[in-house]
């Protein structure tokens, strides 16, 4: 049995641990979102898969394999109508998604096994998108947590 499911709810957990006040999702928002989120298992595109995923055998044996695969993630931040200097604050919201970001990462540092879950699990990739809105800035990291683990038995 694959180890996504333990290590989407173990990702899930991490990021409620460092953020308790911040609105964490399990995959994609179904309604409103916080004006800070993170969502884990969620690449942010209907088109485009939440968690990839590549199994190989290792040496003669059939089980278990080894998987390696990449969960999307995204943390947003969104000051509506912030100002700064009579011009909208793009550097908050940018700075604020930055440090959502820098909280997942210490959770991994912590615990880059997710509990046992997995062999390893880290930040590889990530993208950003800055918008200014009609309510104001927004800034979105879409990131990748790479992990490899062995199928459980």
Same mark, same amino acid.
């Given at each position: @049995?694959?180890t996504?499911?333990?290590?989407?709810? !173990?990702?899930?957990?991490?990021?409620?641990?460092?953020?308790?006040?911040?609105?964490?999702?399990?995959?994609?928002?179904?309604?409103?979102?916080?004006?800070?989120?993170?969502?884990?298992? $969620?690449?942010?595109n209907? !088109?485009?898969?939440?968690?990839?995923?590549?199994?190989?055998?290792?040496?003669?044996?059939?089980?278990?394999?080894?998987?390696? $695969?990449?969960?999307?993630?995204?943390?947003?931040?969104?000051?509506?109508?912030?100002?700064?200097?009579?011009?909208?604050? !793009?550097?908050?919201?940018?700075?604020?998604?930055?440090?959502?970001?820098?909280?997942?990462?210490?959770?991994?540092?912590?615990?880059?096994?997710l509990?046992?879950?997995?062999?390893? !699990?880290?930040?590889?990739?990530?993208? @950003?998108?800055?918008?200014?809105?009609?309510?104001g800035?927004?800034?979105?990291?879409?990131?990748?947590?790479?992990?490899?683990?062995?199928?459980?038995?």
């Amino acid at each position: @049995m694959s180890t996504i499911p333990a290590a989407l709810d !173990a990702l899930v957990a991490a990021a409620e641990r460092a953020w308790p006040d911040v609105q964490v999702l399990d995959g994609g928002p179904t309604t409103e979102v916080s004006d800070d989120v993170i969502a884990i298992g $969620y690449s942010g595109n209907a !088109a485009e898969s939440d968690v990839r995923n590549t199994l190989t055998s290792e040496q003669l044996d059939l089980q278990p394999d080894l998987e390696r $695969y990449d969960v999307l993630c995204m943390a947003s931040a969104w000051r509506g109508d912030a100002r700064r200097d009579g011009k909208p604050d !793009a550097r908050t919201t940018r700075l604020r998604a930055f440090e959502l970001l820098a909280g997942i990462r210490r959770e991994l540092a912590e615990d880059s096994r997710l509990g046992g879950v997995v062999m390893m !699990a880290r930040l590889s990739t990530l993208d @950003m998108v800055a918008d200014q809105t009609n309510a104001g800035p927004v800034c979105t990291i879409r990131f990748v947590v790479h992990v490899d683990a062995f199928t459980e038995a």
